[in-house]
């Protein structure tokens, strides 16, 4: 019975890992087409950019209010507390890489890996409007990151479920 035990959740976290990379290339497929003039610029040469300090971006309560919200919804949906927030939530970019239901699927086989879940930490990425958050479970410690577009409507452009650190 014990082995069971664990094959399962062995296989439901291989799924985990699956459905998470899924997320993870529909976040990182957003994030890249949200900011095509990034990745069409020169890069900078190694004199400019020693020259030139990173100016961090002007404080914005609106979207840091936004990303709160969003998160809360998303966090609400996982633990099985409120629908899955609908598509205009996510970036066009997003809801082409992941639909509702594959995300239905992530957030259920998770939630059934790991248990009931808080907030355990949160840590504000120099990245503007992109947070990080370790939720701590029943069963284990999770690391959710998720990030919103910089203007209004402030929708969610990545989100990221990295597998889970097993309590002991």
């Given at each position: ?10 296989h ?31 890069a ?19 979207a ?31 809801n ?10 992530v957030?259920?086989d ?34 959710m ?24």
């Amino acid at each position: 019975m014990h082995n069971h035990t664990k094959e399962t959740r062995m296989h439901r976290m291989s799924r985990h890992a699956l459905l998470s990379t899924v997320l993870a290339c529909a976040a990182f497929a957003a994030q890249a087409q949200s900011t095509p003039e990034a990745s069409s610029a020169p890069a900078p040469s190694a004199a400019a950019s020693s020259e030139a300090a990173p100016q961090a971006p002007a404080p914005n309560p609106a979207a840091e209010k936004a990303l709160a919200q969003r998160f809360q919804a998303l966090l609400a949906a996982f633990e099985g507390k409120a629908a899955l927030p609908d598509a205009k939530t996510f970036t066009d970019d997003f809801n082409k890489q992941v639909n509702g239901d594959q995300m239905k699927q992530v957030f259920n086989d998770v939630h059934q890996s790991v248990g009931s879940c808080k907030v355990a930490a949160q840590m504000t990425s120099p990245t503007p409007y992109i947070t990080s958050y370790l939720l701590q479970c029943d069963k284990a410690y999770v690391p959710m990151d998720i990030g919103i577009e910089e203007k209004a409507p402030y929708r969610v452009h990545s989100l990221l479920i990295r597998p889970g650190y097993w309590k002991k």
